[in-house]
């Protein structure tokens, strides 16, 4: 017997391209966790993360019937994400680093100076994000947090898998030189 799980995206997105909304919710089901994750990690602010992928999803919806290949629609949702992510971070500054308001409860069996010494450089690493050019941290975070391959994160900030190199290079370059005390 098919689970929810076990029908493929490809074919959700065809139900839903012809008007069936319950073939959506299941895809946004699927994707809201990384579209959120994604957001969150290029804007830094829980906020405007969620405001960022509730967009993403209405805008999805709106344009979902322009998809030529339901078989892209992953990559297409997280291209979507992207730009309303680095659209918010375009008409603000970020007010608090990433993982500040989110971040996980402390190991009690870590003795304090360990917890002070991660915390300290979680903070350091999201303040050198939050200095990155937002097209460095988007490809930054596709590729090192999301785990995603220079071709599919070309094709979500349209442009070539070589430049998407490049941007990731030069973001590590500015990683590594602002976290060169914490060695």
């Not at 829980?46 to 209405?58: K, L, R, V």
């Not at 608090?96 to 360990?114: K, M, N, R, T």
Request: with cysteine; hydrophobic share 40%.
């Amino acid at each position: 017997m098919l689970t929810e799980e076990d029908i493929a995206d490809s074919v959700l997105v065809e139900h839903a391209q012809d008007g069936d909304t319950s073939a959506f919710e299941l895809l946004v089901r699927r994707y809201q966790n990384p579209v959120y994750r994604i957001a969150l990690r290029v804007t830094g602010n829980e906020g405007d993360a969620a405001d960022a992928a509730q967009e993403a999803f209405i805008a999805a919806w709106r344009q979902l019937p322009e998809l030529d290949n339901p078989a892209t629609f992953s990559g297409w949702l997280y291209r979507i994400v992207s730009r309303r992510a680095l659209n918010s971070i375009r008409s603000r500054r970020p007010t608090s680093p990433i993982g500040e308001d989110g971040a996980e409860l402390p190991d009690p069996s870590i003795g304090p100076e360990h917890h002070s010494v991660a915390t300290d450089l979680r903070s350091a690493l999201a303040k050198a994000l939050e200095n990155l050019p937002p097209p460095q941290r988007v490809c930054w975070t596709l590729r090192e947090l999301e785990g995603m391959s220079y071709e599919e994160i070309a094709a979500i900030v349209d442009a070539t898998p070589t430049a998407v190199r490049g941007r990731i290079h030069r973001a590590r370059t500015h990683l590594v030189e602002a976290l060169k005390p914490w060695r």
